[in-house]
């Protein structure tokens, strides 16, 4: 059962994850009216703009980090309990739900910043969709596994 249509699903969700890992994407971005520097606020780290001349500081947001890493262990790992699909659908739920807090926490992020610098002004950037193309896998998934367990079900009771 491990080569059915919902590996395939749950592969994508990996590879969409690895996709967001490489690219670092930059998700909102803010430019000072009257200020030097500026504020850039990316997936992984939030850039705090500085005066030419002086570092640049990079804070990293662990809590995106480690929804997005969770998000695809728990992808990946319920590929292996094709035989427990219970628990499998659980697993691909807790995925889903993950993928769902972190739009919403990247959402989150831009909004609650946004509201606290009224001279920044800022827009979101296209990488906001791979979270969403991460649920939708999910949910793909989700439904392949279902229609395994009725299928299987259905079979029980001919017997």
């Known amino acids: ?10 592969f994508a969700l990996f590879a969409i994850g690895l ?3 490489w690219q670092d994407p930059v998700y909102a971005y803010f430019d000072g009216a009257t200020e030097p520097g500026s504020y ?3 997936f992984w780290n939030s850039y705090s703009g500085t005066s030419p001349g002086k570092p640049v500081i990079y804070i990293p947001d662990m809590m995106t980090i480690l929804i997005s890493i969770a998000a695809m262990a728990f992808g990946v790992i ?4 094709y035989k427990n699909r219970k628990f ?6 807790s995925s889903l739900m993950l993928c769902v807090l972190l739009e919403c926490v990247l959402l989150a992020r831009y909004y609650i910043f946004q ?4 001279d920044f002004s800022g827009h979101l950037g296209i ?3 791979w979270p969403v193309l991460m649920s939708i896998s999910a949910v793909m998934a989700y439904r392949g596994i279902k229609a395994d367990e009725e299928m299987v079900r259905s079979m029980d009771r001919i017997r």
């Open 78 to 81: 319920s590929i292996f309990f």
């Open 127 to 129: 990488s906001l969709i």
């Open 115 to 118: 509201a606290g610098h009224d």
């Open 88 to 93: 499998q659908m659980r697993m691909v739920l």
């Open 40 to 42: 850039v606020l990316m």
């Open 1 to 10: 059962m491990i080569q059915r249509i919902q590996t395939v699903y749950l």
């Open 19 to 21: 996709t967001l890992i």
